[in-house]
């Protein structure tokens, strides 16, 4: 089992809130990341036609299979300066929690809602 952890950062104001975009996608494409350190797969998200489609490296494979991920709504921060991880440049982070075995479990939205829909 894995401890939670439960440290509190120093608060926020609002505005600082509102500029992280945490937007809707849809995973359009996910393979397993072969040079990964650690198991991983590459994903191709769709944000909408005015956000685009956009990659990102999730290391789920615990709970998920490449075919299990198609068509899923998940949330991603859109606007970290982009990563290079191994070969590939991650343009998203594709959020999520640890769940008790240290697995991690996808935040989703639990209605189908628009892509590019941001988190308010």
Same mark, same amino acid.
């Given at each position: 089992?894995? $401890?939670?952890? @439960?440290? /509190?950062?120093? !608060? ?7 500029? =992280? ?36 490296? $999730?290391?789920? @494979?615990? /709970?998920?299979? !490449? ?7 998940? =949330? ?45």
């Amino acid at each position: 089992m894995t $401890a939670i952890d @439960t440290t /509190l950062h120093a !608060p926020i104001g609002f505005d600082d809130f509102l500029q =992280v975009e945490l937007r809707v996608g849809r995973i359009v494409a996910a393979e397993v990341f072969k040079e990964a350190r650690r198991p991983a797969y590459i994903l191709q998200v769709d944000f909408g036609p005015e956000l685009g489609l956009r990659k990102s490296s $999730a290391q789920i @494979t615990q /709970l998920y299979t !490449p075919e299990s991920l198609i068509g899923r709504q998940v =949330v991603a921060v859109l606007n970290f300066p982009k990563k290079q991880i191994g070969p590939i440049q991650s343009e998203c982070l594709v959020t999520g929690f640890h769940n008790t075995d240290g697995h991690v479990a996808l935040c989703v939205p639990d209605q189908e809602v628009p892509l590019g829909t941001k988190l308010l």
